[in-house]
């Protein structure tokens, strides 16, 4: 890919390819309202706005970003997404996942329903052309995974520290509409960060991407994911729950390192349904 184009799409992707949905706050447990500034070697490629409502029984987020400064003259672009769900057995099951990106004049837009964490139905809009080169996608690719946005929560289970290291220690299955893969995570160390918001301890996991389904094998840039070794996450607790959420990810790319961080990460916890009706 092109440097240009690829600016552009660290700078959506990461704007708004984290998590996403509509805002339902008659079942808030807690909500998070957070901005999050997108980098490249230093450079700011664009910005974006997350809110996250976490229930007792369900879970919603919305998301937006644009590229913005010189990037945005160059290569304009801007991105939304939506996923919400239920909470089942302590973990999240979604339900419906959407996202949008625009790039230029050209749009993209993806729906996903989801039940029991398998692919009911999905569209890609426009439809992308056959490609020879591209793994085949069968409906056992979409059984037993995620949407991308709910793959960024981490519900830690239990009552003991929030921030362990076993926070880290998972792998997902995902499903983005496009490409199956999957995610395994590793606890790397501790750091201490600072937003608008928050001030405190981040859990820092290291990240693979494997590939399943759905890309083309020789493209250079899944090849280069593969291989990295060095991408990381750094989690921290929504107020009132026991939920992880990036504070900051990067991404090592051959235009320097690519940074995702907070700028501002304010949440609140708010009465559970039980505590509502009784007021």
């Not at 409502?53 to 997404?81: C, H, M, N, W």
């Not at 999905?122 to 709910?150: Q, S, W």
């Not at 290291?165 to 395994?184: I, K, M, N, T, W």
């Amino acid at each position: 890919m092109s440097p240009l184009r690829f600016v552009t799409g660290v700078a959506i992707l990461a704007a708004s390819v984290l998590l996403l949905g509509a805002s339902q706050d008659a079942y808030a447990q807690s909500k998070l309202d957070a901005r999050y500034t997108a980098w490249l070697s230093g450079i700011p490629l664009g910005k974006g706005a997350w809110v996250i409502d976490i229930g007792e029984d369900q879970y919603s987020a919305v998301a937006i970003g644009k590229t913005s400064g010189l990037v945005r003259i160059f290569a304009p672009g801007e991105g939304s997404g939506a996923s919400n769900g239920f909470v089942v057995s302590n973990q999240f099951a979604p339900s419906n996942y959407a996202a949008s990106i625009t790039t230029g004049k050209k749009t993209e837009e993806i729906r996903m329903t989801l039940s029991a964490g398998n692919v009911d139905d999905f569209a890609i809009t426009p439809a992308p052309p056959p490609l020879p080169d591209r793994v085949p996608l069968t409906e056992a690719h979409r059984r037993g995974v995620l949407d991308p946005m709910t793959a960024s929560l981490t519900r830690v289970p239990g009552n003991g520290d929030i921030l362990s290291p076993e926070a880290c220690q998972r792998r997902l299955s995902v499903f983005d509409g496009r490409l199956r893969y999957d995610l395994a995570f590793a606890f790397k160390r501790v750091e201490m960060v600072k937003a608008k918001g928050y001030a405190g301890p981040a859990i820092v996991c290291a990240v693979h991407f494997s590939p399943v389904a759905g890309h083309v094998p020789d493209r250079a840039a899944i090849k280069y994911l593969m291989q990295q070794r060095d991408m990381e996450v750094w989690l921290v607790p929504i107020a009132g729950t026991r939920v992880l959420v990036p504070f900051r990810a990067s991404v090592p790319t051959p235009l320097g390192l690519g940074v995702l961080e907070a700028t501002q990460f304010v949440s609140v916890p708010l009465p559970s349904k039980a505590s509502a009706k009784t007021q």
